[in-house]
């Protein structure tokens, strides 16, 4: 029985790339400054890095399957540019019903965690030692949801309300994807 590995779940819209009401074709796929780099000092440190990420682009019918696969093909692509593979990428094509970002109609849609339990039953992965990375409370409650030791919100994405994260646990606040990496690997240099 392989040891559970520790992970760092990331967002993809807001997070990884420009946030965009629907991204549907690769080339409206754009890279935020230092992705890859901070994507990658968490794989040197030990952590695996996996994508969850809500597209309800698909469910609505505004996309299909294959659109979604283009995009991700392509997120692979500008990764990879800088020697850069993620270790999964975990969607959920559910078209819901409300806005409420805490309102859970879907297991595998954040706010629920099913992509993140998931991926840890597939990946081995150790929850407790894991964090979550996202620009939304829909992230925030995920991640707290699976059970993560922290949950990071970035700055990059949507507009932040505070008002609306008086329904998640205590998090973190941070700028960037960078400045996430940066925080994590000072709690947990080694892993
Ligand atoms: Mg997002």
Same mark, same amino acid.
């Given at each position: #029985?392989?040891?559970?590995?520790? $992970?760092?779940?990331?967002?993809?819209?807001? *997070?990884?790339?420009?946030?965009?009401?629907?991204? *549907?074709? %690769?080339?409206? @796929?754009v890279l935020l400054p230092?992705? $890859?780099?901070?994507?990658?000092? /968490?794989?040197?440190?030990?952590?695996?890095?996996? &994508?969850?990420?809500?597209?309800?682009?698909?469910?609505?019918? @505004? #996309? *299909?399957?294959?659109?979604?696969?283009? &995009?991700h093909a392509e997120l692979a692509r500008q990764l990879a540019h800088d020697s850069v593979t993620l270790d999964g990428i975990y969607f959920c094509t559910f078209a819901p019903s409300t806005n409420d970002q805490a309102a859970v109609e879907h297991p595998e849609r954040k %706010?629920? %965690?099913?992509?993140?339990?998931?991926? =840890?039953?597939?990946?081995?992965?150790? /929850? *407790?030692?894991?964090?979550?990375?996202?620009?939304t409370l829909r992230d925030i409650l995920a991640g707290q949801g699976a059970g993560c030791r922290e949950c990071i919100l970035v700055r990059t994405g949507h507009a932040i309300e505070e008002e609306e994260f008086h329904r998640a646990s %205590?998090?973190?606040?941070?700028?960037? /994807?960078? =400045? =996430?990496v940066d925080w994590i690997l000072a709690k947990h240099p080694q892993v």
């Open positions: #029985m392989s040891q559970l590995r520790p $992970a760092v779940f990331l967002d993809r819209d807001g *997070t990884l790339n420009v946030e965009r009401s629907y991204i *549907t074709r %690769p080339e409206d @796929l230092g992705v $890859a780099a901070a994507v990658s000092r /968490l794989q040197r440190a030990g952590f695996v890095c996996v &994508v969850v990420t809500n597209q309800a682009g698909v469910g609505r019918g @505004l #996309m *299909t399957h294959a659109d979604l696969d283009r &995009v %706010p629920a %965690p099913g992509m993140l339990l998931r991926a =840890a039953c597939e990946l081995h992965l150790d /929850l *407790t030692r894991s964090w979550m990375i996202g620009d %205590p998090f973190i606040l941070l700028d960037d /994807l960078s =400045a =996430a």
